[in-house]
Structure formats: structure tokens, C-alpha cells
């Protein structure tokens, strides 16, 4: 039977030790594997912004791990195209946390790669990923501006290179999220629930969720996540995708909920009411990397509430399909061609907003 387990209300290291003492996860493992935790910093903004995994989780990893004889541990990831990991490493407290326990902390942007066929593609996938046996990932159960999610699937997109990241969006994201996830196993999950953003994967617009959930299936979590962020499963085509790879089994009535605080038993469980973003309508988006699509969302959002929307007459282009071609109205340096361009991969928020608002000005 499939098994969700649930922690609510607590202080979060505490939470995950708790969590992890319940599930007891690692037994029979030798004390000397290499274990990776993967945590979420897809770019440098503090975890109580909501895009980013809070430290406080993985302390409590830490801690059970070295509690229970594990030493050979290491903090790896890398953050989306545009950023830089080693600044989100400080920004978000992980460098504190890896001299805290001396825990190196492993940027995969400079790692080496290898290249792994699956099916009809073949996807480089960063080394150190086939010298760990056993990885952690803690993603944020949050919303994303193309994918509608972002949980333990997709999470693994920071274990690829830069240039294989820019790749998938030119794929569709979804196929090569599934096939990914086919080639590197990820053997448990702890998902971070405190304060993530519903709708967009850059933060800036936390909710309150107070919760982590653990499970061993990341088809399972995400199937999970899709629900409380307001979708169904079946929304979200990578999760499918990933199900028929037989990567895991779909979150359902008949899956076992359990909550770790005997106070916590039948919680009721949270369900968020996506917002309708009518103003994503004026933008053609075709093969766009997350962090460049992700600020043109925002900034539209910023636009909208400043009331200038209406007066962009013409469709916003953005995306790597847009190379060598002709247009009006472009964001980001694939749209270098077009008679109005905002230089910068990606360009700031801030930047698409004084953009777009020239523009509306003219109008």
C-alpha cells in the first residue's frame, strides 16, 4: 500500500527528524554509502519567499543521518539557467548549514557529465549523480508558470547541465521531466510544505501550508502535490508520463495518510484556488527557459495590477524558437531580431517591466 507521511505544525527540524524516525528509512544500507541531498534553489531567494527548500529540512536530514552513522554526505544542486548556485548557497543559508556539520556543498553547474540514452533521446546528466547510492531530494511543493507544478520530478532538473536544462524547454519539458526521471532513481523524498508559492516557481507569494511530507515515490508526491496546489493529476502531463515509465503509482483514495502527531490524525487537508492570469494571453511563448518565462509572469502580473496590461496591443514573444525570426514585441535575447527587444537571458523582472510599461506608454 502506498504510504504518505505527514507532519504539520512543528518546528521543521524537528519535523523531518520526526518524519524520518517514523519512516526509518537507510536500514540495512552500510554506514559508508554516499548519500546526495537535493534540495530545491532553483535561484538566490531566502526559503520564506517560498521558491526555495528550507535549510531547517535538511539540518533535520543532517542530523538523523549523522545520529544514526551516516558521514558520507553531501549537499548537491543547480540552481535554473541565469543564476548562480554558489550565490543561492548563501543566500539561503546552506552555507552556514555546511560549516555548521562539515557537509561539503556541491555545485553542479561545474560538474563534469554524462550522457545517458533512454528511449528515443539521450539526456547528460551531471557525474556526481552515478557516484551517490542513495539521494534525498526535497523539493517545494509549489507552483510553476509552464508546468502548473513543480515537486519531486521536476526537481531533478537541477542534477543536469545548463545547456540540457535550455534543451528539455526546446522538447516540451514534460517527455524528457519522465525520461529523466527513468534514469536517475531517487530513493526518498522529503517534500517541503512550510511556505511555498502556489503559482510561481521564483517566489514572492508564500502560503502558509505548515507541513512536510515524506514517501519513497515521486510519482506518488507529486500526484499528491498536484492536488492540494488545485489541479488534478492528469493536468500535469509529466506525471502521467512518469507513471507509465513505471517510476511510481498515482496519488488516490486508496493511499495511506499518515500523519506523525497523534493530534494530527483525519487533519483536514489543504486545497489552494488557483488565480486566473486572463493577462498570460497576450504572450506567445514557444521553447522558453523557466527563469526567462518565469520573470515575464511576474512582471505581467505587476503590469496587471498597475493597470497597463490593456494597453499592449501586440502579442509578447518569448523563447528559444524565436531565434533569427522578426516580430514586434520581445523579451529576452532569442527575441533579438524583433523591432522592440529586451536584451538579457534572462532579463530581471524589474527590467521587463520598465520594457513592457515604455511600450504601454506609446500606445
Given amino acids: 500500500m502506498n504510504q504518505l507521511f505527514i507532519a504539520l505544525d512543528r518546528e521543521p527540524v524537528q519535523m523531518t527528524i520526526d518524519l524520518l524516525n517514523r519512516m526509518k528509512p537507510l536500514q ?24 526555495t527548500t528550507h535549510p531547517e529540512i535538511v539540518e533535520g536530514i543532517i542530523i538523523y543521518l549523522l545520529n544514526n552513522g ?44 554524462v550522457t545517458i540514452p533512454h528511449k528515443e533521446i539521450k539526456i547528460d546528466v551531471c557525474k556526481t549523480i552515478f557516484d551517490l547510492d542513495y539521494l534525498i531530494n526535497v523539493p517545494l511543493i ?22 540540457e536544462k535550455r534543451r528539455f524547454h526546446t522538447m516540451g519539458l514534460h517527455k524528457p521531466i519522465a525520461y529523466l526521471n527513468a534514469i536517475v532513481k531517487q530513493d526518498l523524498i522529503i517534500a517541503d510544505g512550510i511556505c511555498p508559492d502556489p ?12 507541513r512536510i511530507v515524506a514517501c519513497f515515490d515521486p510519482v506518488l508526491m507529486d500526484s499528491y502535490a498536484a492536488k492540494i496546489l488545485g489541479y488534478e493529476h492528469s493536468d500535469i502531463k509529466y506525471i502521467k508520463m512518469a507513471k507509465d515509465e513505471g517510476i511510481g503509482s498515482l496519488f488516490d483514495d486508496d493511499t495511506d495518510i499518515v500523519y506523525i502527531y497523534n493530534d494530527q490524525i483525519n487533519a483536514d487537508e489543504l486545497k489552494v484556488v488557483q488565480q486566473d492570469k486572463k493577462y498570460m494571453g497576450m504572450v506567445d511563448e514557444a ?77
Fill in 28 to 51: 540495512g544500507k552500510s554506514k559508508d554509502i554516499s548519500i546526495g541531498i537535493k534540495p530545491n534553489l532553483v535561484c538566490a531567494s531566502p526559503a520564506n519567499e517560498g521558491a
Fill in 70 to 113: 551516516y558521514k558520507n554526505i553531501k549537499i548537491i544542486e543547480g540552481s535554473w539557467v541565469g543564476d548562480s548556485t554558489k550565490r543561492a548557497f548563501k543566500v539561503c543559508g546552506y552555507d552556514s548549514l555546511s560549516k555548521k556539520y562539515n557537509i561539503p556543498l556541491v555545485d553542479l553547474k561545474d560538474d563534469d557529465y
Fill in 142 to 163: 509549489k507552483g510553476h508558470c509552464q508546468t502548473k507544478i513543480t515537486c519531486a520530478l521536476k526537481n531533478l532538473k537541477g542534477v543536469i547541465p545548463d545547456k
Fill in 287 to 363: 521553447d522558453a527557459c523557466s527563469a526567462c518565462y518565469s520573470n515575464l509572469t511576474s512582471a505581467m502580473e505587476k503590469l496587471d495590477e498597475m493597470g497597463l496590461t490593456d494597453n499592449i496591443v501586440d502579442q509578447i514573444c518569448i523563447g528559444q524558437a524565436y531565434k533569427g525570426y522578426e516580430g514586434e514585441i520581445g523579451i529576452g535575447n532569442c527575441t533579438s531580431c524583433f523591432k522592440y527587444h529586451l536584451k538579457g537571458c534572462p532579463p530581471s523582472t524589474d527590467a521587463i517591466v520598465k520594457f513592457l510599461s515604455e511600450i504601454a506608454s506609446q500606445s
Fill in 199 to 210: 503559482y510561481f516557481e521564483e517566489g514572492g507569494r508564500p502560503l502558509q501550508m505548515n
